[in-house]
């Protein structure tokens, strides 16, 4: 009898104890993953400011814009003479350095190509929308804004096509691209992206 107790007991204790451990898990987690959001939030809104000059020569730039399918949104969409841009700010902590060896790049324990797959994907799915909206297609450049980290400034870089610029750098490279669309094709084109990729809101 006293024996059973004394395992009724023990048992009691290692389940409260689980279940602890199960509970502070779940709430750091949870933390981290406001607290990973409000980074990025912080980050769109830095970029979007720096984006902000480019209205002022004739560009239509768009915030925070959902894809036609699935839950991925679009940061920043920017459309003007030298063509459209899909940009993806990124928020990382300045610990994170890249790293390059030949063609592969890292940044901190990732991989380039794992940190523009997003990025390549939702500039592949406004190429589609806009081509399926209009009937032609457009080109589209992804490009990442990065807070926080040290990029180089000496030289570009790309993983898979994609530029890893600093965010402060993006409106400048944006501008100095060659000149492809004129102002009638800039207003037909931005036209198209507010019709097709609506205000993005979290279901």
Same mark, same amino acid.
């Given at each position: 009898?006293?024996?059973?107790?004394?395992?009724?007991?023990?048992?009691?204790?290692?389940?409260?104890?689980?279940?602890?451990?199960?509970?502070?898990?779940?709430?750091?987690?949870?933390?981290?993953?406001?607290?990973?959001?409000?980074?990025?939030? @912080?980050?769109?809104?830095?970029?979007?400011?720096?984006?902000?000059?480019?209205?002022?020569?004739?560009?239509?730039?768009?915030?925070?814009?959902?894809?036609?399918?699935?839950?991925?949104?679009?940061?920043?969409?920017?459309?003007?003479?030298?063509?459209?841009?899909?940009?993806?700010?990124?928020?990382? &902590?300045?610990?994170?350095?890249?790293?390059?060896?030949?063609?592969?790049?890292?940044?901190?324990?990732?991989?380039?190509?794992?940190?523009?797959?997003?990025?390549?994907?939702?500039?592949?799915?406004?190429?589609?929308?806009?081509?399926? &909206?209009?009937?032609?297609?457009?080109?589209?450049?992804?490009?990442?804004?990065?807070?926080?980290?040290?990029?180089?400034?000496?030289?570009?870089?790309?993983?898979?096509?994609?530029?890893?610029?600093?965010?402060?750098?993006?409106?400048?490279? @944006?501008?100095?691209?060659?000149?492809?669309? &004129?102002?009638?094709?800039?207003?037909? @084109?931005?036209?198209?992206?507010?019709?097709?990729?609506?205000?993005?809101?979290? &279901?």
């Amino acid at each position: 009898m006293v024996a059973g107790l004394a395992w009724g007991w023990v048992a009691a204790a290692v389940v409260a104890v689980a279940v602890g451990v199960a509970d502070t898990v779940v709430r750091w987690r949870t933390h981290e993953a406001v607290r990973t959001w409000r980074k990025g939030a @912080i980050g769109e809104r830095r970029t979007a400011r720096m984006l902000r000059p480019l209205e002022r020569r004739g560009y239509r730039v768009l915030h925070d814009r959902a894809l036609p399918y699935g839950r991925a949104n679009v940061d920043h969409l920017v459309i003007g003479a030298t063509g459209v841009f899909v940009v993806d700010s990124k928020h990382w &902590s300045r610990e994170r350095r890249l790293t390059r060896r030949g063609r592969y790049v890292r940044v901190g324990r990732s991989s380039g190509d794992q940190l523009v797959k997003s990025v390549l994907y939702e500039g592949q799915a406004v190429a589609a929308a806009l081509a399926q &909206s209009l009937g032609q297609q457009v080109q589209v450049t992804p490009v990442l804004a990065i807070h926080g980290t040290r990029m180089p400034l000496l030289r570009v870089t790309k993983v898979s096509g994609v530029p890893l610029l600093q965010a402060p750098q993006v409106r400048g490279w @944006i501008g100095r691209q060659p000149a492809r669309l &004129s102002a009638a094709e800039v207003a037909t @084109i931005a036209a198209a992206a507010d019709r097709v990729l609506p205000p993005y809101t979290a &279901s």
